[in-house]
């Protein structure tokens, strides 16, 4: 399998899958009873003024003249991870956007060392070659070839890491990883997402939807991937990619050896999408959550989740609302104000200091007057 070299001169974005299929970023979900300190001071929010008067961060990035936020970052696509930090906090999410980089080493740390228990898994299944990138095409191409390299061992009832996933969702296209897929002993197709645990203990409920929601829509694009609902026009659309531009010279030579005879990305392109369609794969049927401790590598619990389109969709259009520009973000209701505790954004945060207004619910019937509360 490969991966693009560390030499490469392309954007993250523009590699087309910086999604982490491990999206367990800090052990938020402990925060709930924990104390309400925090080692590094935040960033400062009032970094412009206007006639003499400090203007927040977010006030002045609503006063740019952009038509949505997928504009305002210059988005051309979102990924999985994206989508389930919403799920978490959108406020937190956005400002993770507005102030890259700001990430506690403590919680750097976690990060690092969870990739690198999934690291040691995926070598378990495939070896690893660097090649070197130059272009946002060959980015990209990496990513088909190891499709290409993958699928034949889905058609054999063999078993795969990181398998890139991409499909337009509402409008907008999503790109991710999936974990692991491999079939059950009743020779089901089960997709496998390994979450790692900094503590020797199962999260709350609030992290477990976030996890939900990342495996369930990553089946929901899969399936569409492998029933031919997504077209190579669709991604061309979405990702500005030039399907006539020759690929760099390592590229072609990797797919060479792989037994592709292929001089253009559009080329892959084809490949990729006769190989998905024409291999008669089948759809996800079961989705598991493993969570381990990564000290001692230890089982903490295993999840069966079932896959709930509905629902899933209804929070897909949701998040998707924001990043299409047809409403404000919004962050935690007041029953969730624990999640702050930890936040290296909760001094600066807007929506905490204005009291945790509540948010619009999917569903707001079910929602009770918040009276008397703090």
Request: net charge negative; with cysteine.
């Amino acid at each position: 399998m490969a991966e693009t070299g560390e030499g490469e001169k392309v954007s993250a974005e523009a590699s087309g899958f910086s999604d982490l299929s491990d999206s367990e970023f800090l052990d938020l979900e402990d925060a709930q009873g924990a104390d309400a300190s925090l080692s590094n001071p935040g960033p400062s929010s009032e970094v412009l003024e206007h006639d003499g008067e400090p203007v927040s961060l977010q006030k002045w990035k609503r006063n740019l003249d952009v038509s949505s936020p997928m504009d305002q970052y210059h988005l051309k696509y979102l990924s999985v991870t994206d989508l389930c930090t919403q799920t978490w906090c959108e406020q937190q999410m956005i400002y993770g956007k507005e102030l890259p980089g700001y990430l506690a080493p403590e919680k750097a740390a976690v990060m690092d060392t969870g990739a690198s228990i999934h690291l040691a898994r995926e070598l378990e299944v495939h070896d690893l070659v660097t090649i070197p990138i130059t272009t946002k095409e060959d980015a990209w191409a990496i990513k088909f070839l190891n499709i290409l390299s993958m699928v034949p061992a889905l058609q054999s009832e063999g078993r795969i890491r990181e398998f890139p996933v991409f499909g337009e969702v509402e409008g907008v296209l999503l790109v991710g990883v999936i974990d692991e897929l491999h079939y059950t002993a009743k020779g089901e197709l089960e997709l496998s997402e390994l979450k790692t645990r900094k503590r020797p203990l199962l999260p709350l409920e609030a992290q477990k939807k976030k996890d939900y929601f990342q495996v369930r829509l990553y089946k929901y694009i899969f399936d569409a991937m492998v029933q031919g609902k997504v077209t190579a026009a669709t991604l061309i659309h979405h990702t500005k990619l030039c399907p006539e531009k020759p690929l760099g010279p390592s590229v072609l030579r990797h797919a060479q050896q792989g037994g592709f005879s292929v001089s253009s990305l559009g080329d892959l392109l084809e490949l990729v999408f006769l190989s998905l369609t024409l291999s008669d794969l089948p759809v996800i049927d079961s989705l598991k959550i493993e969570y381990i401790h990564q000290e001692t590598a230890t089982v903490l619990g295993t999840e069966i989740v079932a896959f709930e389109e509905k629902e899933m969709r209804s929070k897909v259009q949701h998040y998707i609302a924001y990043w299409m520009g047809h409403r404000e973000p919004q962050g935690v209701d007041v029953e969730e104000a624990w999640k702050c505790r930890t936040c290296i954004y909760a001094d600066i945060c807007e929506w905490k200091n204005s009291g945790w207004v509540l948010s619009s619910a999917l569903e707001p019937q079910a929602k009770k007057p918040q009276t008397n509360r703090r």
